[in-house]
């Protein structure tokens, strides 16, 4: 038997009417009481994103059951993205579906937001929280290149037009210079999405706000970012954690996507966010 098998992998796609559907990426202990729950950033397909964290986690030998999702429109999901408010009724009736009644919430990058989200709406599934590169509200030069991000897209009606600006930031420069593997790996993800819906949600993140719902959160939290992330600083994301009475941690050699360029030191924080009862 090799090493996913033992993981106990359950993915599957679940079928909400005939235009929708949600990939779901389930593995680990079925019965373990500390079950995690991963949510990507924008665009972005869970198993580009996760699978090297969640490698290294089964190599430390962590026993939590892990769920992710992409959300529809996006990889194996088919459907419309709404809002983000949908994305995480989408997470909470997953969880509902899989009959788990409470987990940490990893949020990354626009995955944070949705988190944040969850965590206010769903206070009962959400015991901990994860912010990863990831704010309640960005910046208006980070809104800005969301609204060039759909401006491009939609004049080339691909993808592709915007990722030779984009790519050179979402990753550190010991990245770019060491693993062009995983550049190619994730540039080709970008490139396989759908251009609509990846332009539909750049609109959505360029106007997110979920400061209300993160100024009432009130939960063991950790805040992690890459120290190379040029959008989601690690001054700012710093300044998140204090607000939440969070842990910090800051990820060497990583810029705004730590659990694909140190997967290693993710799963640390991870396990030691554990180790602290969090």
Known sequence: MN?????????HIHELDDKTSLYILDEGDLHSDYSRLLIQGLGCAAETIWRPLLTQLNLLGESRRHIAFDVRGIGKSSGWPVSIE??????????????????????????GAI?????KKYPNL?????????????SEKTRSGFRWRVKQIRSAGSVSAILDTV???????????EHPELISKFRAMLTAQNSDVYSHIC???????????FNSLSLPALVVVGNEDPNTTPKIMKDIANKLDALFVEIPNAGHNPPLEQPILVAS?????RSNGK
């Not at 988190?115 to 965590?119: L, Q, R």
């Not at 959400?126 to 960005?138: C, F, G, H, I």
């Not at 790519?167 to 210079?177: C, E, I, L």
């Open 269 to 273: 924080a991870l396990l030691g966010q």
């Open 86 to 111: 949908q994305m995480a009724d989408d997470a909470a009736f997953i969880l509902s579906c899989l009959k788990i009644s409470s987990v940490e919430v990893v949020g990354h990058s626009l995955g």
């Open 167 to 177: 790519m050179p930031r979402s990753f550190g420069n010991k990245t770019q210079v």
């Open 126 to 138: 959400v015991r901990s929280l994860v912010l990863m590169d990831s704010v309640p509200k960005y």
């Open 203 to 213: 609109d959505l993140a360029a106007t997110i706000d979920v400061w209300p719902s």
């Open 3 to 11: 090493e996913r098998e033992n993981s106990q992998v359950r993915n």
């Open 115 to 119: 988190s944040i989200i969850m965590a």
